[in-house]
């Protein structure tokens, strides 16, 4: 499995926009053909599965929370995948994670499912405030 590191979170004013990346070393992400997915945790509420890529199934998933503003999308020559983020909105806080699965049940085109990921980095911090 790959070690994943994320970054580039931070303080953004509502409208902003803010690249996550998850870094990956010692395997190659284009192998976990079922699952790479990004998630976000804000206090207080239950983990959300924000957006996923399931390369087997030929999936691009994103919550109906993100839909229209945050794309995912993967640099093989980096071992990265990113988030890009735009219209940030107040609610989009919280410590956003990266993690892979090798499960066919974890990426859907209806839902992104934390339980099946069995790989996670440590994650990143996203604010959202004026």
């Known amino acids: 499995q790959a070690h994943l590191v994320e970054s580039g979170g931070g303080l953004v004013q509502p409208g902003g926009s803010l690249r996550l990346s998850c870094a990956a070393s010692g395997f190659p992400l284009d192998l976990h053909y079922y699952g790479i997915g990004w998630f976000r945790q804000a206090p207080g509420k239950e983990r959300e599965g924000v957006s996923c890529i399931n390369t087997a199934a030929k999936i691009t998933y994103y919550s109906d929370s993100v839909k229209g503003r945050f794309t995912i999308y993967r640099d093989n020559t980096k071992n990265t995948v990113y988030l890009q983020m735009n219209g940030l909105k107040p609610e989009d806080t919280g410590v956003y994670h990266c993690?892979?699965?090798?499960?066919?049940?974890?990426?859907?085109?209806?839902?992104?499912?934390?339980?099946?990921?069995?790989?996670w980095g440590q994650g990143t911090q996203v604010t959202v405030s004026s």
């Open positions: 993690a892979t699965t090798d499960s066919g049940y974890g990426c859907y085109a209806t839902k992104n499912v934390p339980n099946e990921y069995d790989n």
